[in-house]
């Protein structure tokens, strides 16, 4: 089974503080993606990577930014964290589309809490 | 871009009876549609998809349809069960992209 595993379910952090979300899969998918999750609003992508050291922007990526120096490996960090991010945060990861469409596997999730 | 509109934000019915959930998409383009299930602390995962090739697609007690014309497709849950208790995703997708874009989800609750 795709197993994508995000190493804190929850945190609780102070405003301005630096936070870092990891999440690590072991299916060898070539993309991964971060998701926000927020009552009434869905899944909000934040970043997404579709290989090494590439990534680009989704829907709401302001207030953060991500890594992934390695393949399996994908970070999502707040450089200064504000109230307005306490929410649920998601990472995915899928194969590279080739024309067949993406099943995209979650982790559990992060809940965080900025205060 | 694709914008993608799921009606109802919530939904309860009684148990054995079924449920309807409904997408609306905005991109032609898009030709892959999958729903997901989320149970109470869990990450999303697959249940069913369809895509832009086939009309219906059946898996024991759920079904989803798609209208490429009217760009939109539904969920069908029949003879519900507890465990069908969940917030369900729906979402859309085209092959040159590799992101899926979602609907808002619907939380589905049975009632015994």
């Not at chain 2, 009606?7 to 309860?12: A, I, K, Y």
């Not at chain 2, 905005?26 to 998809?49: M, T």
Request: hydrophobic share 30%; proline share 3%; aromatic share 10%.
């Amino acid at each position: 089974d795709v197993k994508v595993t995000q190493s804190s379910r929850y945190l609780v952090k102070r405003t301005g503080e630096k936070v870092f979300l990891e999440c690590v899969q072991d299916m060898d998918h070539e993309n991964m993606f971060w998701y926000r999750q927020d009552p009434g609003l869905g899944l909000r992508l934040i970043y997404f990577s579709y290989d090494v050291k590439m990534k680009e922007k989704g829907d709401i990526p302001e207030g953060y930014s991500v890594s992934r120096e390695k393949k399996e490996r994908f970070s999502l960090i707040l450089e200064s964290a504000s109230t307005n991010q306490t929410s649920m945060y998601l990472c995915a990861s899928s194969l590279s589309d080739r024309g067949v469409g993406n099943t995209i596997y979650f982790g559990e999730g992060s809940w965080l809490t900025v205060v | 871009g694709e914008n993608v509109e799921q009606h109802p934000s919530t939904l309860s019915v009684q148990e054995g009876d079924s449920a309807v959930i409904k997408c609306t998409y905005s991109d032609s383009a898009s030709n892959y549609f999958p729903w997901y299930k989320q149970e109470l602390g869990k990450g999303p995962q697959l249940i069913i998809d369809i895509r832009s090739n086939v009309g219906e697609k059946k898996d024991q007690r759920i079904a989803v349809t798609l209208n490429k014309t009217a760009k939109h497709f539904s969920l069908h849950i029949t003879e519900t069960q507890p465990e069908d208790s969940a917030v369900y995703f729906c979402a859309a997708s085209y092959s040159s992209a590799s992101k899926i874009i979602f609907g808002s989800g619907t939380r589905l609750s049975i009632r015994p």
